[in-house]
């Protein structure tokens, strides 16, 4: 379909975000001490130095007011074999965390046990938009392990770990 100027087809926006590969994230958040999360795809690197990272945050998610009243995030990059996380922390559940085995972080933030690699983040600032919350962090903690990441494409999970290399470009 060509591109317009026009209002964008929410079918084709779709099909075109369906094509994008993204990792599969828990956010979590501690907030008088009780542990939240939820499953997020909209995260990214910011920047190396300083180090900064970038989360989405739907406003209606159930998460939403503890992760903006607190001063830190946690991401929890899902390993491969981490299908039934994902699939907790994208539920309504009022205790997502039952029977997930985490520790506590910097601030006391949820890290899940088992996932690819994970980060801790101070929240600097919080630019909001009309349906989302962008929260941006410093990195103030992180660890990776060998466990492949889960990977998200076309509405279907993926072991990142199975992926294989594209043709290089001629240099």
Not at 120 to 140: C, D, K, P, S, Y
Not at 146 to 160: I, K, L, N, T
Request: glycine letters at 8%; one cysteine or more.
């Amino acid at each position: 379909m060509p591109l317009t100027s026009e209002a964008v087809d929410i079918e084709t926006l779709k099909q075109v975000h369906r094509s994008f590969v993204s990792g599969v994230t828990i956010v979590t958040t501690n907030v008088e001490g009780r542990p939240r999360g939820l499953a997020v795809n909209a995260f990214s690197s910011v920047s190396l130095d300083p180090p900064l990272v970038l989360v989405c945050v739907q406003k209606t998610s159930s998460t939403y007011p503890s992760l903006f009243a607190s001063t830190h995030f946690g991401v929890n990059i899902l390993a491969a074999d981490q299908a039934d996380i994902v699939a907790r922390f994208a539920s309504k559940s009022g205790d997502k965390f039952s029977g997930v085995a985490w520790r506590p972080a910097t601030a006391e933030t949820p890290i899940i046990e088992g996932t690819s690699a994970s980060l801790v983040a101070r929240i600097g600032e919080r630019l909001q938009t009309n349906t989302h919350t962008v929260f941006m962090g410093r990195v103030v903690e992180a660890e990776y392990s060998s466990a492949p990441p889960m990977v998200y494409s076309g509405g279907r999970f993926y072991d990142g770990g199975r992926l294989i290399p594209a043709p290089e470009a001629d240099r």
